[in-house]
């Protein structure tokens, strides 16, 4: 009988593979930048030789990627010129913080007919001054401005059209694109009024970054060639804008309007609550109307990656 439910189990496991009732593991849907390679060439580099160092990146989620920049950091970079066992440009001289930041660009999202094309830059070092073997590791702080489209069904009703459907209450379900920073709806829908006129009440949304990485506020973003300069001001925030639509509006809190910053707390978590106020209502009696809502959440992005690569002494 046991090998018999063996035999089961494994046949059954076998139809939901086939059938595609099982899901592949996949980190798209919260990291679409994806790094496509990393690497040193060659590997191992002789003393006091050039390396090249490549970073390729492709935008795997539904919205562009914009202003990607990658920073090397990890090894002993050069302060001076005479300073050879360290890893120094290409011409031998000392390591700016410009020079080993790269360049990558936009990253266009792919689409049904157009797969996403990946974008790299490189960088060539001159590795150190050695008379044995040695492993260096270089990291990258890879940057990039990035949003998330959170869309929700809310249904709103007077209480006498509450009281006559006696419709349950629950909570709102948000999709949300692909993206690092995801967002959850708090309140209850439908979503009941009681006065005439104009009636206030709340609603909350809680931000998660669920990414991994490091989320910032896009302000931090300088251009020239460092890309970002990210300060204590810019860390652990990002800004929403919650759409009106028809006689609902949104009102931040904090800020009288519809748009507002958000704390993550640790990097982890922040929460934020809107004023939803109804203009006009005149009689609610039969107040009864279910619209779609659309939160824009803005940030820019950080996300390490490591490679390594052997130093041949000489």
Not at 42 to 52: G, K, S
Not at 286 to 295: A, I, P, R
Request: charged letters at 25%; proline letters at 4%; one cysteine or more.
């Amino acid at each position: 009988m046991r090998n018999k439910n063996i035999i089961f189990t494994v046949f059954i496991g076998l139809v939901l593979i086939s059938s595609g009732c099982v899901e592949e593991d996949s980190d798209v849907d919260t990291n679409p930048v994806q790094v496509e390679s990393f690497s040193m060439d060659p590997n191992p580099v002789p003393a006091d030789q050039q390396l090249n160092t490549q970073i390729q990146l492709v935008n795997e989620g539904d919205r562009d990627a914009e202003d990607a920049y990658a920073r090397l950091f990890g090894p002993s970079f050069a302060s001076s010129e005479s300073d050879d066992r360290t890893w120094r440009t290409s011409d031998r001289d000392e390591v700016s913080r410009e020079y080993r930041t790269m360049e990558i660009g936009n990253l266009r999202a792919g689409t049904d007919t157009s797969p996403a094309v990946p974008s790299q830059d490189s960088i060539t070092f001159t590795a150190p001054s050695m008379e044995r073997d040695v492993d260096s590791t270089f990291r990258s702080q890879i940057y990039y401005k990035y949003g998330t489209e959170t869309t929700f069904d809310l249904q709103i009703m007077s209480d006498e059209r509450y009281q006559d459907t006696g419709t349950s209450q629950t909570q709102p379900t948000a999709e949300n694109s692909p993206a690092p920073i995801q967002i959850e709806v708090q309140g209850t829908t439908p979503h009941v009024f009681y006065e005439e006129g104009t009636a206030d009440d709340e609603l909350c949304l809680t931000v998660t970054n669920e990414g991994g990485g490091e989320v910032f506020l896009e302000d931090a973003y300088v251009g020239d060639e460092i890309g970002y300069d990210v300060e204590d001001e810019h860390e652990d925030k990002v800004e929403i804008t919650i759409e009106d639509v028809g006689n609902v509006n949104f009102e931040s809190q904090e800020t009288g309007e519809n748009t507002a910053e958000v704390d993550i707390i640790g990097g982890s978590e922040g929460h934020h609550c809107f004023d939803m106020i109804l203009e006009g209502l005149g009689d609610v009696t039969d107040l009864e109307q279910t619209d779609s809502y659309q939160v824009e959440t803005s940030y820019g992005y950080m996300e390490e990656e490591a490679s390594s690569v052997t130093v041949e002494g000489r």
